[in-house]
């Protein structure tokens, strides 16, 4: 009888592995997406800030940046009516994956930092 419940509780163990470990995969599948919905933001604000207020690139990226990230420091500002509606679309948009993407940055670092329960046992 002992037997058999060391088997299951070994079953039981690798069972909850398998888990964590698709979990894990999930978790590094969602960073990579927002990881590159994040860039793809950036890099969408730039190139249209650069054509809708005929800005220099350095400057369409800086506005871009310092917008998504709500820091806003006032230098730059849109002046055509295109480029204050798509900033208001940009700021609804760019808050949400901004934070949505550090969120996920931080729980793959809480469970990089986390010790395996696993190991442990044994």
């Known amino acids: 009888m002992g037997k058999i419940c060391a088997f299951c509780r070994k079953m039981a163990d690798m069972s909850d592995q398998s888990k964590t470990e698709s979990s894990t995969d999930e978790q590094v599948h969602t960073y990579k997406i927002l990881t590159a919905a994040a860039l ?9 800030y650069r054509i809708l207020e005929d800005w220099s690139w350095v400057d369409a990226f800086y506005f871009s940046v310092v917008t998504v990230t709500t820091v806003g420091f006032g230098d730059l500002a849109p002046s055509t009516d295109g480029g204050k509606l798509f900033t ?4 609804v948009t760019g808050v949400s994956i901004i934070a949505t993407y550090l969120d996920a940055r931080l729980k793959m670092r809480a469970h990089r930092r986390a010790p395996t329960t696993a190991s442990n046992e044994d």
């Open 40 to 48: 793809g933001l950036v890099a969408l604000g730039t190139v249209i």
């Open 88 to 91: 208001v679309a940009y700021i």
